[in-house]
């Protein structure tokens, strides 16, 4: 049973414009929800997160949005780069360790 | 500094056998954390170890999986008679725990098992 819905599966977007990811999530009790990038081969890394006290978080290119009455969060990547050609996935968790991760969405940004 | 590993790299292996998987953990961590990732899939909570104790071994499949971390470093996760079905790439994360909490996992590249 998955706890976290992630769509789409797969994206492709042209160098310089915008990708979203969005994830959506039933269990009430989740309270950090973070992002994890993964390139083949390689272990998830964290990518950036937030807590539902707060509706957006911004690291650079990358911008979390949260609405905790819809149950729904989604990543922007602003800008992007051939180098963010990756999976993503995201994650919540109602403990400090216990990730309950999406099915991932797979980018390729186009140069 | 190093990462978590992870060896082998990959497995190959013949249905019914017994296979070991290693992971290395960040020094210092306290927490360690297996997954498991089938092709397509996000990663699949296993088993999640504080110090030398597993804390929490509700996502393990079922009595074929065992995993022990007897020092509190190194921790093996072993899976007796092999399945098809056990064939994906076994993760390994590990943290430390921060004054808030919010414990930051750093993943290792994982051990690719194919049971044949």
């Known amino acids: 049973q998955q706890q976290v819905k992630q769509s789409p599966q797969s994206l492709i977007v042209q160098k310089g414009g915008i990708s979203i990811i969005n994830c959506a999530y039933e269990?009430?009790?989740?309270?950090?929800f973070p992002w994890y990038q993964q390139f083949p081969g390689k272990g998830p890394a964290l990518l950036i997160a937030?807590?539902?006290?707060?509706s957006e978080k911004k690291e650079g290119r990358f911008t979390i949005s949260f609405n905790k009455s819809a149950k729904q969060f989604s990543l922007h990547i602003m800008d992007s780069q051939p180098g963010d050609s990756a999976t993503y996935f995201c994650?919540?968790?109602?403990?400090?360790?216990?990730?309950?991760f999406g099915a991932g969405t797979t980018v390729t940004v186009r140069a | 500094g190093a990462g978590v590993s992870q060896t082998p790299s990959n497995k190959v292996t013949e249905k019914g056998k017994y296979v070991e998987l290693r992971c290395d953990p960040i020094?210092?961590?306290?927490?360690l954390y297996w997954y498991r990732q089938s092709l397509g899939q996000g990663p699949e909570f296993l088993i999640y170890?504080?110090?030398?104790?597993?804390?929490?071994d509700s996502g393990l499949p079922n009595d074929r999986f065992f995993a022990v971390r007897p020092e509190g470093s190194v921790s093996t996760l072993k899976i007796q008679r092999t399945e098809r079905g056990d064939s994906a790439v076994y993760l390994c994360?590990?943290?430390?725990?921060?004054?808030?909490?919010?414990?930051?996992?750093?993943f290792g590249p994982g051990t690719r098992l194919l049971v044949l």
């Open positions: 994360a590990s943290s430390e725990l921060g004054t808030s909490g919010r414990a930051r996992q750093y």
């Open positions: 269990n009430t009790a989740f309270d950090y």
């Open positions: 937030i807590r539902p006290d707060v």
């Open positions: 994650a919540a968790t109602s403990r400090d360790y216990k990730l309950s």
């Open positions: 020094s210092g961590h306290t927490a």
């Open positions: 170890f504080q110090g030398t104790g597993a804390a929490d």
